[in-house]
């Protein structure tokens, strides 16, 4: 066995896996930091959002380590995992760590890892550290959103979220979930009912992989239904999260009697094959028992909304995506056994750097369902972020990083949204730089986590400590 699972950030990252910790189902991980604490004699508080503050006490400058609780749980089409109670069941190979046919969660578990590295290790002994581990990042921020005012005391505040070693990033997109839910009645059709269902597809995070031609299910599955006139839906569902890419979804729907439905599809599946990178995607139509339906004025109304709604890369510019929309979720479920009609939410996930942009964005989305008559509330926007080049800690990045590993690195400013902007803007004159290891494919069954840069990014962050702690 490699000799980098022998180590303490390893080790760290490997007992994180084996505690259970979807968004919203932290109370776990929660207590492991506690007893984590406790172990090592840190003092530990925990505010009314969930969020944990453990800290290293010293004579030095005070520097802030962040990162957050949850993971994303996305399987394989047809894995029987429950992320609320079981741990991962992890693989190695040429020291690249996976899930098998989960995510691996090392977004954010290999920030917490070094976070924990850096509270014990001896190198360190009289510096003083803050390790702040917030809860539901990947369902909206929630913790960095309500994190306690004024607790934080560190003014320089090194994010441990990134996922590409040769980066340090020195700001984020702007981002925010767009809520919508129609209200449908089902009635009973005398037309020729379907299921239909794609799985398969690559996903990804919904601003790393946006502009990688990656086919988003829900979008493909309106669009097939959308092809028929007189299409009535019985059910639709797709994605896991919103910020995911769908990489599968299914519906049952009824069509005019008579309709070559299986024609149509075949079509479908040569132009999505052709169309996108997704060697892996699988389509299936079969005929069904007949269910109540909503009207095909309900159903035509639903799909044009999402049709409609941006989704994708739509701006660029000198950093790379600066705007973009992904159609996250579509969940259905019946009202009640004696209530013929369905509740359907649907979550779009928009993102830019330009905070107007953004804004824009927010209202088309909103106007777009509402104008099909679903309630879609406008939600609370988190805004971008942007370190100035001059700030100290950038230029202490810059330099630590080109000690340490004998380059430049690549300074950038992410897509993805990041906790920093929230968390600086209750620490009036905090800086703020994001590093991290190299994760490819985060938000999906493919995630892993290069061991090699783990161990790199940990003493890269011990030293990054030292010099901002002066």
């Known amino acids: 066995m490699s000799e980098l699972t022998q180590t303490e950030e390893f080790r760290f990252f490997r007992q994180l896996t084996q505690v259970p910790r979807p968004s919203g189902h932290l109370d776990r991980i929660r207590a492991y930091i506690r007893d984590f604490a406790a172990e090592h004699g840190l003092p530990c508080e925990e505010d009314e959002a969930g969020n944990i503050l453990v800290r290293r006490e010293g004579t030095t400058r005070t520097v802030v380590l962040q990162g957050h609780m949850d993971i994303v749980p996305t399987c394989v089409p047809g894995k029987d995992f429950d992320f609320v109670s079981q741990p991962l069941e992890l693989s190695i190979e040429d020291d690249w760590v996976t899930a098998e046919g989960t995510t691996l969660g090392a977004d954010d578990g290999a920030g917490l890892a070094l976070i924990l590295c850096a509270l014990t290790d001896p190198s360190l002994d009289g510096y003083s550290i803050e390790g702040l581990f917030t809860v539901d990042e990947e369902i909206g921020l929630i913790g960095a959103t309500r994190l306690q005012e004024d607790w934080v005391t560190g003014k320089m505040l090194i994010n441990l979220d990134n996922e590409d070693v040769r980066e340090i990033v020195i700001g984020s997109a702007g981002t925010a979930d ?205 805004p971008a972020w942007k370190e100035s080049e001059e700030n100290r800690i950038v230029k202490t990045a810059i330099s630590i990083y080109c000690d340490f590993f004998g380059r430049e690195p690549i300074v950038t400013v992410t897509h993805g949204g990041l906790e920093s902007s929230t968390i600086k803007s209750r620490n009036p004159g905090m800086e703020a730089v994001s590093v991290g290891p190299t994760i490819i494919g985060a938000h999906t069954p493919d995630e892993r986590l290069d061991l090699r840069t783990l161990t790199q990014m940990k003493g890269y962050v011990l030293e990054l400590v030292k010099a901002l702690s002066r």
Do not use: Q
């Open 178 to 382: 767009v809520e919508a839910v129609f209200d449908f009645i089902r009635s009973v059709d005398n037309g020729d009912s379907y299921r239909i269902e794609i799985s398969g597809l690559r996903g990804g995070h919904s601003a790393m992989e946006i502009d990688g031609n990656r086919g988003n299910a829900i979008l493909l599955l309106a669009g097939f239904l959308k092809s028929f006139d007189g299409v009535r839906i019985s059910s639709f569902n797709g994605g896991t999260a919103p910020n995911v890419i769908p990489l599968c979804a299914k519906a049952e729907f009824t069509v005019p009697a008579g309709t070559d439905v299986y024609s149509v599809f075949d079509e479908f599946v040569a132009e999505m094959t052709e169309n996108f990178d997704e060697p892996d995607m699988t389509m299936s139509l079969t005929g069904c028992d007949a269910t109540p339906s909503w009207t095909s004025a309900e159903s035509t109304s639903f799909l044009d909304s999402l049709l409609m709604c941006p989704n994708g890369v739509l701006e660029r510019d000198e950093y790379g995506v600066k705007t973009s929309s992904n159609i996250g979720i579509v969940s259905c479920w019946p009202l009640g056994n004696d209530e013929p009609a369905d509740l359907v939410r649907i979550v779009v996930k928009p993102r830019s750097s330009d905070y107007d942009r953004l804004e824009e964005l927010v209202d088309t989305i909103c106007a777009i369902f509402r104008g099909r008559r679903a309630e879609a509330e406008r939600p609370e926007i988190i």
